[in-house]
């Protein structure tokens, strides 16, 4: 099971083919990605990558808008989008999610608890695996806000609490990073080019479900 999960992040971790998504103009200062607006492009790019068992991406509606609905059962599988893209221009990555609840038994601190509701990965390819990094945003199950971690399995992932406990669970969060400023914190150096994003909700170390939802992901040259 373990050995599934490092498989997961191997694969995440490995150099990525670039697929450009379309560049749109908000205003002459301001331009934006959109990685993905599920409500009109649904998941059109995205590739499912199952490991040990199975998390369900699906679209649903809510509040007449599309979103996607993952729902894991001891599962762990996810969902990416590749992208080439220059974080030093977007850096600023925008989402909204929303989960049913924390893990009970996650923790982020060892192999047998890295399990979440709810997490984005942002991927820096690199020539060689090992010069691969991953900034990892969680919603944590014990690590409290706004602190970062090693990812038990590999040091090039960095887990980032932008959430953390139940508190805000049945709750849309609206959520901005910016991963250039976050890259040099974590890494100490200037990143290179991102490859891709990938959501994923998982529940194969502790067994247990979970259940979440994504809005649309976006990256933009200014804050909002």
Known sequence: MRILKRKFLCLILLGISATVSVTAAVS????????????????????HKIFKGKTQYILVEENGRKVVQAISHAGASGMVKEMDFN???YRYLR?????????????????AGDDYAARIYVV???????????????????LPQGQSIPNPYTAQAIMVAVQSGPSRSGEWVNEE???????????????KKAGAIAIMTDTDNTGESAMAWYKDIILSTSPK
């Open 87 to 89: 974080p030093a221009e």
């Open 124 to 142: 820096f390819p690199g020539r060689f695996f090992w010069q691969t990094r991953a900034i990892n945003y969680i919603w944590a199950n014990q």
């Open 177 to 191: 990073r910016d991963i250039h400023s976050d890259y040099k914190r974590l890494f100490g150096e200037e990143p």
């Open 28 to 47: 002459d200062q301001t331009k934006e990605l959109a990685i993905s607006r599920f409500d009109l492009e649904g998941l059109s790019g995205w590739s």
């Open 95 to 111: 989402w909204s999610w929303k989960i049913e609840d924390i893990i009970a038994g996650g923790d982020e601190r060892i192999k």
